[in-house]
């Protein structure tokens, strides 16, 4: 079955414009949630949707938003870039019961964003 | 708080067997897992274990738990060039409402033939 599908996988915006990032997860799968990755800071959890709801999110200011649309798709919205906004933006997809974390969560390749 | 810690950086050779530790520090956590990236690309999950279990094996991988020290490795047996990578550790628990992973900085694995 197909991945987790993320796009666009490149991006360059200049600071103070927004940014929209699209995550299709693998099929059935209703939870995903949203990471940033940076040489500084590694691996940070952005925020997770389940069932188009806002479930958990990390420790990120209000200019990191997202939602969940009803097919599972979910796109996360980053406004008035920063240049420490760059950084790759993974998606990790799953199945959103926790009955079931030991199946794990499955990343998307991710968007490198670069804010110049 | 949360926390996970890992050594950055591994040098082995072909052949050999690779051991990559971590610590955490949420003794509620419930799975730990292990996640592999290559460069360019996203995150591959290796293998996890629940935290009931001591070890689990999966063809050349190792996992080994010790819970009361918070300590999980990961054994790599006749570690290829191909399993040169930025190996992952990181945690999940149940405490909160959703679900979140939280990872280590990575320990970069290299491999030299």
């Known amino acids: 079955k197909a991945g987790v599908t993320q796009t666009p996988r490149y991006l360059i915006k200049t600071r103070g414009q927004q940014v929209t990032l699209s995550c299709s997860p693998i099929?059935?799968?209703?939870?995903v949630s949203w990471y940033q990755q940076t040489p500084g800071q590694g691996l940070q959890f952005l925020f997770e949707?389940?069932?188009?709801?806002?479930?958990n999110k990390g420790n990120f200011p209000g200019r990191f938003s997202g939602r969940q649309f009803s097919n599972s798709r979910s796109e996360m919205n980053v406004s008035t870039l920063e240049l420490g906004d760059s950084a790759l933006y993974l998606c990790?997809?799953?199945?959103?019961?926790?009955?079931?974390?030991?199946?794990?969560?499955?990343f998307g390749s991710g968007t490198r964003l670069t804010v110049v | 708080g949360e926390d996970v810690e890992q050594s950055l950086f591994l040098s082995v050779r072909e052949g050999d067997s690779s051991v990559i530790n971590c610590t955490y520090t949420d003794s509620s956590s419930t799975y730990l897992y292990w996640y592999k990236q290559e460069p360019g690309a996203g995150l591959q999950l290796l293998t996890y274990?629940?935290?009931?279990?001591d070890m689990k094996q999966d063809q050349r991988l190792t996992v080994l738990l010790n819970k009361k020290d918070k300590h999980l490795s990961l054994r790599i047996a006749d570690t290829q060039t191909g399993d040169s990578a930025i190996y992952f550790c990181?945690?999940?628990?149940?405490?909160?409402?959703?679900?979140?992973?939280?990872f280590g900085k990575g320990t970069t694995l290299s491999v030299s033939s």
């Open positions: 099929s059935g799968h209703r939870s």
């Open positions: 990181a945690e999940s628990n149940l405490r909160q409402a959703g679900t979140a992973l939280i």
């Open positions: 274990i629940f935290s009931n279990m």
């Open positions: 990790a997809s799953s199945s959103g019961s926790r009955a079931r974390l030991n199946y794990g969560y499955t």
């Open positions: 949707y389940f069932s188009e709801t806002q479930r």
